[in-house]
Structures are given as structure tokens and as C-alpha cells.
């Protein structure tokens, strides 16, 4: 039994209210320390519906199939890992108000793409935060959630397809692992942006050194964020002259995750309910087709496991004359494929 979105703010459903409590500071665990989930939640840019085709649609990039036993490339020969569980955090750029029970909610875009891949054969985990403007083929679903065809667009979109959070969700799935060559992804959990704030809040406010003129905030200046600020200070693109790219974004929000992360563990350690707290503020936010069970083990990998490493795609950030595009370097994507799903054997 999974976590399904409910009327009036209910986020967890199935087994006992102690269970399920005991799931929420596991989530919590995923959600904050592995790569701080909800604080990434960023820009509020509502979909449009023209599609995002790349200058390199044509462009096979050329990955190990994953039908094979093995596969050779560059000189050596590489095998898939055996025991791997891969868990794609979905980041909505929509508020929970916005989101009204019975209605399509497909205005909305996945301006957060966070994969979790945990190795059970090594006991390790590894990240992969994707750019949400890569250039991708994603599926175009109809309301019901039959396809209807396939685009190359900006892989963010993949989410607007369908009008519940199963469909979008397996749709936004759907289009990470064609990308990473057809590697299965086993589960997904979806926030919404309302957690940013309530978060902050609940550390006492992450104090940064601002990188880029953000409204009222200057470069240069160390500003203690709180509230709405925080949310503004990581979701900010389109507003900042000096570099307007998803990948300075991307650098903010990194700097950002990495004092909360800090400043989190510290609260933490002070109170032993202090997980639980916050993340009962923000589970009406989330949803996920994860079991109890499930998400209890990935919290536990995360937590006792060694991180392998955190990566993220290399390429080029371009335009195709109206949209940001950010295109996925095809070695660059290949090495990464290898790094985190295969073992080299020969």
C-alpha cells in the first residue's frame, strides 16, 4: 500500500497510525539527508504546451543495452550491476493549494529530478540530479494515460502529461530511463514546492553567501533566509541578468543544500523527535508508490550505506531561439551510465 494524495491535506494512507509514523521519519530520512529533496523544489514557470525539440534529436547517443550480459565500449567490457534499487524524487512546481481534488493537473512541470540508486550488492548509494531542461524524449500521454506519441522536449515536461500523480509520475519515470538507456526505475516520490519554507522555518533559517542579485538580495551579502525568501533565493532564473541558466540554479541550490544539510543534522541531534516534526509538516505535500516496507528500506540504505557519489549531467546549456535547453554531453552521459549502473570486468 503506498502514499496517495487525499482530500484536505491527507498524505499517508494504510496501516497502523504508529507504522505509519514510524515511516514518516524514515521518509524524512531520504527526503533530507541523501540530497535535501524538497529545498531543490524550485522555479514556478507554469507548462506551455509547445514542445522543446533539440538541435541534436537525431543524435544517437550511444549506451550498454541493457538486454545484454555483458557490453563493450571504449576497449572494456562492462556487466550491469546485479542488485540495484533505483528511486526517482520528483520535485512539483506547484503549491498544494493550486492542486484541486477531481481536476487535471497537468499545468505543472518536474522542475526537480533527483535519482537515488542504491546498491545492494556493496552496501553503497549513489545521486543523480538531472537538469531539468535536458533535451529528452518523453512520451505525450493522453488525460487517461495513453500515449499518444513521442517528442524530444525539455524532460521537465514529461510530467505535464496525464491528469493524476501516477500517471505523471511513471510518465516522468518513463523519461529518465530512456534516457540513462532503459535503466529500470523502481519507485518515485513527488513533492511539492509549499515544503521549501516550512522547512527552512523549521532549522531556524539557512544563512548563505548570496551568489546572484535576488530581489531584495544583493551578491556578496551573507543573508539568513527564511520563509518564502528561501523558496525565492533557490527557484530564481529568469530574474537574474548575470546568468539566467538552470545550471546557475542548480549551483545556488547546492550551496544551499549543503548548510541546510549541516544546520538539519545539528537539529537533529538536539531533539530525537525533531525529524519527525518536520516531516509531519510537509507529508501532505508528498506522494509516492512506495510501500511502508519500501521506503523503510531505502531509508535505511541511505542512512548506513556509503555514498559512492553525488553526480550530476555535464553538457551544454543552449536556446532554440525562445527556451532554455540543456543538452546532455553523449560521452560525458555514457561515462556516468557505466560509473553508476555497471561493473567494468574486463
Known amino acids: 500500500m503506498g502514499y496517495e494524495r487525499m482530500p484536505k491535506g491527507h498524505g499517508v494512507t494504510g496501516g497502523s497510525p504508529r507504522s505509519r509514523l514510524i515511516a514518516l521519519g524514515r521518509i524524512l530520512s531520504v527526503v533530507l539527508i541523501v540530497a535535501g529533496l524538497v529545498l531543490l523544489v524550485m522555479a514556478i ?40 534499487e533505483t528511486t526517482l524524487v520528483i520535485g512539483i512546481d506547484t503549491f498544494e493549494e493550486e492542486i484541486k ?122 543573508v539568513t533566509l527564511t520563509g518564502d525568501q528561501a523558496l525565492r533565493y533557490v527557484r530564481a532564473r529568469r530574474s537574474i541578468e548575470s546568468n539566467p541558466t538552470n545550471v546557475r540554479r542548480m549551483e545556488r541550490q547546492e550551496q544551499y543544500i549543503s548548510e541546510f544539510r549541516r544546520q538539519f543534522g545539528q537539529k537533529a541531534a538536539e531533539s530525537s523527535t525533531f525529524a519527525l516534526e518536520a516531516l509531519s509538516d510537509i507529508s501532505r505535500y508528498m506522494h509516492s508508490d512506495c510501500s511502508i516496507e519500501q521506503i523503510a528500506d531505502l531509508a535505511n540504505t541511505i542512512v548506513t550505506c556509503e555514498c559512492s557519489g553525488d553526480f550530476k549531467l555535464e553538457g551544454e546549456t543552449g536556446t532554440d531561439g525562445t527556451y532554455v535547453q540543456f543538452h546532455a554531453d553523449p560521452d560525458k552521459l555514457a561515462e556516468l551510465y557505466l560509473k553508476v549502473f555497471c561493473d567494468k570486468i574486463g
Do not use: W
Open 45 to 84: 514557470e507554469k507548462a506551455n504546451e509547445n514542445r522543446y525539440r533539440s538541435e541534436q534529436a537525431g543524435q544517437k547517443i550511444e549506451l550498454p543495452d541493457e538486454t545484454r550480459t555483458t557490453t563493450e565500449y571504449n576497449g572494456s567490457v562492462y556487466t550491469l550491476k546485479k542488485k540495484l
Open 101 to 222: 481534488e477531481g481536476e487535471p493537473s497537468n499545468i505543472h512541470q518536474a522542475d526537480l529530478l533527483y535519482l537515488i540508486v542504491a546498491d545492494k550488492t556493496n552496501n553503497t548509494y549513489s545521486t543523480i540530479h538531472i537538469n531539468r531542461d535536458t533535451m529528452a524524449t518523453v512520451k505525450v500521454l493522453s488525460s487517461t494515460g495513453n500515449k499518444l506519441s513521442e517528442t524530444v522536449q525539455q524532460i521537465c515536461l514529461a510530467y505535464g502529461y496525464g491528469s493524476t500523480f501516477p500517471i505523471q509520475s511513471r510518465n516522468t519515470i518513463d523519461a529518465v530511463s530512456t534516457l540513462f538507456n532503459g535503466i529500470k526505475i523502481d519507485h518515485y516520490v513527488s513533492i511539492t514546492m509549499d515544503s521549501v519554507a516550512v522547512l527552512n522555518d523549521a532549522v531556524g533559517g539557512i544563512t548563505v553567501e548570496v551568489m546572484d542579485d535576488v530581489d531584495e538580495m544583493k551578491a556578496g551579502e551573507y
